[in-house]
T-cell receptor, first 110, second 115 residues
Framework: RKEVEQDPGPFNVPEGATVAFNCTYS??????FFWYRQDCRKEPKLLMSVYSSGNEDGRFTAQLNRASQYISLLIRDSKLSDSATYLC???????????FGKGTMLLVSP | NAGVTQTPKFQVLKTGQSMTLQCAQDMNHNSMYWYRQDPGMGLRLIYYSASEGTTDKGEVPNGYNVSRLNKREFSLRLESAAPSQTSVYFCASSAGVGSGANVLTFGAGSRLTVL
C-alpha cells in the first residue's frame, strides 16, 4: 500500500514567522519527491522538487531524509500570500503515477 | 498559455443523470489524468492515460468511464451520477508516466454537485 502522510494542520502563524512541515512516506524505494502548493479553490501547482542534498528557493527550503523516510518544507519570514495548502508528493518505484499526501494547511495572519 | 483546460467549471446534476467532463491540453504531453478532491481525502486518482490509446484505472474508478480521444483530449464520463460523486474534479497532464510524471500541470477544476 502506498502512503504519504502529512499533518493536516491548520498551522496558524503570524507574518514573519518560520514554519516547518513534515511528511513521511512508506515506500523506501521511492525515487522522487516534491512539494506542491494549492491555494484555496484553485488547482495544485508545483512549488519545488526535493533533492537528496536539500535545496533552497528563496524563503523555502526542502530537505529529504531517506533513512527516516521523511521530507520537510521550511518557510522563513512567512507572508500573507503563503497561506495555502502544501501537498507532499512522492514518485514511488513501481507506480506509474504520483502519490499525494492529503496536504497541510497554512494560515498566515497579520 | 492555456495549459490544461477543463469544462465545465461548475455543474449541478440530479441523481441518475449523466454528464461528461472535458479536458484538453496544449503542451504536447503524453499522459493525462483525472483526479477528484474531497475534504479530508486529498487528491485521489480516478483514471489515467499513459499515452494516446491507453487508459488505466486509478484508486477510485468505480462509477466513471474515460476516453482518450486524441493526444490532446481526455474526457471523464459519469453514466449515472450519485451524491457520492459530488466533488471537485481536476484534470492534469504530464510528459509521461513514471519519472515523466514528476511535474503535473493541472486544470482549474470542475465543481460537481449531485443532488
Amino acid at each position: 500500500r502506498k502512503e504519504v502522510e502529512q499533518d493536516p494542520g491548520p498551522f496558524n502563524v503570524p507574518e514573519g514567522a518560520t514554519v516547518a512541515f513534515n511528511c513521511t512516506y512508506s515506500n523506501s524505494a521511492s525515487q522522487s519527491f516534491f512539494w506542491y502548493r494549492q491555494d484555496c479553490r484553485k488547482e495544485p501547482k508545483l512549488l519545488m522538487s526535493v533533492y537528496s542534498s536539500g535545496n533552497e528557493d528563496g524563503r523555502f527550503t526542502a530537505q529529504l531524509n531517506r533513512a527516516s523516510q521523511y521530507i520537510s518544507l521550511l518557510i522563513r519570514d512567512s507572508k500573507l500570500s503563503d497561506s495555502a495548502t502544501y501537498l507532499c508528493v512522492v514518485n514511488m518505484v513501481g507506480y506509474s503515477t504520483l502519490t499525494f499526501g492529503k496536504g497541510t494547511m497554512l494560515l498566515v495572519s497579520p | 498559455n492555456a495549459g490544461v483546460t477543463q469544462t465545465p467549471k461548475f455543474q449541478v446534476l440530479k441523481t441518475g443523470q449523466s454528464m461528461t467532463l472535458q479536458c484538453a491540453q496544449d503542451m504536447n504531453h503524453n499522459s493525462m489524468y483525472w483526479y477528484r478532491q474531497d475534504p479530508g481525502m486529498g487528491l485521489r486518482l480516478i483514471y489515467y492515460s499513459a499515452s494516446e490509446g491507453t487508459t488505466d484505472k486509478g484508486e477510485v474508478p468505480n462509477g466513471y468511464n474515460v476516453s482518450r480521444l486524441n493526444k490532446r483530449e481526455f474526457s471523464l464520463r459519469l453514466e449515472s451520477a450519485a451524491p457520492s460523486q459530488t466533488s471537485v474534479y481536476f484534470c492534469a497532464s504530464s510528459a509521461g508516466v513514471g519519472s515523466g510524471a514528476n511535474v503535473l500541470t493541472f486544470g482549474a477544476g470542475s465543481r460537481l454537485t449531485v443532488l
